[in-house]
Nanobody, 120 residues
Framework: QVQLVESGGGLVQAGGSLTLSCVAS???????????MGWYRQAPGRQREVVAI??????TNYAASVEGRFTISRDTAETMFLQMNSLKPEDTAVYFC????????????WGQGTQVTVSS
């Protein structure tokens, strides 16, 4: 398992930008064993949904709703970012960081979340 801590959330007007960060901590073996990291979000009364994912080879995939506005990146094995531009009120949610290891010992770790609020 790894421990994940998100930061960078806040209140922004529609059309603005925010950058979220996620830092992983744990054993070197666990951190180097992460195969996929991703950002998810959950709005009030809605299910958690995937926003963007990035593999260890830096292959990325985005939800259709954020394609072209958000950029996911992984700076080091421990650090991941989500650059969010042209924010919309419907982007308002708690954003969670996730890390998955698919080889034994497998794990799926979650951060505590960071609130993003976009005002109209």
């Amino acid at each position: 398992q790894v421990q994940l801590v998100e930061s960078g959330g806040g209140l922004v007007q529609a059309g603005g930008s925010l950058t979220l960060s996620c830092v992983a901590s744990g054993s070197i073996d666990s951190i180097n064993g992460i195969d996929v990291m991703g950002w998810y979000r959950q709005a009030p009364g809605r299910q958690r949904e995937v926003v963007a994912i990035i593999t260890r080879h830096h292959t990325t995939n985005y939800a259709a709703s954020v394609e072209g506005r958000f950029t996911i990146s992984r700076d080091t094995a421990e650090t991941m970012f989500l650059q969010m531009n042209s924010l919309k009120p419907e982007d308002t949610a708690v954003y969670f960081c996730n890390a998955v290891r698919n080889t034994l010992p497998t794990f799926s770790s979650w951060g505590q979340g960071t609130q993003v609020t976009v005002s109209s």
